[in-house]
Nanobody, 120 residues
């Protein structure tokens, strides 16, 4: 089956940087798109960055110019480089992917999330 595993969260001071990584594991995978979501404490989970072969990268206005999403299609990974971090970037970051297995239909998958805390 498909599993998404994130890594790279932690504590960082305002203005600092972090890099999150997500790897999709499983055999026979065909990944349509990979994305990152942010869930601040007590708030909804929101899409902040997405990348696909068809449409390239796109960002929420809140992170545009500060975050960069990059994908390695050969390794089935997606990274999120987060620069100029702000306290409001605190929360749990989830990896999301639309994946087909062995030529079947595409389904949506979530990672377990990784915690990012931006605080001095």
């Amino acid at each position: 089956q498909v599993q998404l595993v994130e890594s790279g969260g932690g504590l960082v001071q305002p203005g600092g940087s972090l890099r999150l990584s997500c790897v999709a594991s499983g055999s026979g995978l065909s990944i349509n798109s990979m994305s990152w979501y942010h869930q601040a404490p007590g708030k909804q989970r929101l899409l902040i960055a997405t990348t696909s072969s068809a449409y390239g990268a796109d960002y929420a206005n809140s992170v545009k110019g500060r975050f960069t999403i990059s994908r390695d299609t050969a390794k089935n990974t997606v990274d999120l480089q987060m620069d100029s971090l702000k306290p409001e970037d605190t929360g749990t970051y989830f990896c999301f992917a639309v994946v087909a297995v062995d030529g079947g239909p595409h389904y949506q998958y979530w990672g377990q999330g990784t915690q990012v805390t931006v605080s001095s």
